[in-house]
């Protein structure tokens, strides 16, 4: 298979100018609080640091890594916890921070995991709402962008690992070397 750069779906510019926007509305948000703002490695690691610094507020950062176990567990949203919290969450307000969402089945265990917590509350800021039928229902507090169902990369998102560098967003084509017929068994 072969993987290009397509088109430039958010420009580097725009995401940083909608980030402090996200910023600003947490502050307003949270005023008076601490806030716990929980990524989900690695995809968003950047929106995570980026939107850290346009939060004027007491802020601590916990990192969670998860997988999930392929074709057959994503129908159940099960998903893999490779890297837990560090600090307690108990009687905090949490903040999830998300790169995309697009089934949403990672984003439903990751918020269940995180209730059963005690947290004071949880909410969820997510970088790119992705249009597609959800198959969890999650709800989603503040969103970046929403964008059509394109599989997209970097700003954080990759492709086999590449691409997270990226200061902007675009769609990644994947082409068969075989002039797109079904793969070879
Ligand atoms: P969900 O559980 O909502 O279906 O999937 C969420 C995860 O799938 C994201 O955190 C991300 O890792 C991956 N993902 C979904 N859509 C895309 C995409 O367009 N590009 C990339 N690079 N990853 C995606």
Redesign the pocket.
Known sequence: MQAELGETIIEAETIQRRVRELGEAITRDYQGREVVLVG?LK??AMFLVDLARAIELPVTMDFMAVS?YGKST?TS?IVRILKDLEESIEGRDVLVV??????????RYILDYLLARGPASVRVCAL?D?QVPR??TVPIDYTGFVIPN????GYG???AEL?RNLPYVAE?QVSHENGGGPEPL
Not at 150 to 153: H, I, N, P
């Open positions: 989900v995809g968003a999930s994503e949203g998300e790169d995309i969402v697009d089934s949403g089945l990672t984003l790119l992705k198959r969890a394109r599989f997209v990369v998102l990759d492709y691409y990644l």
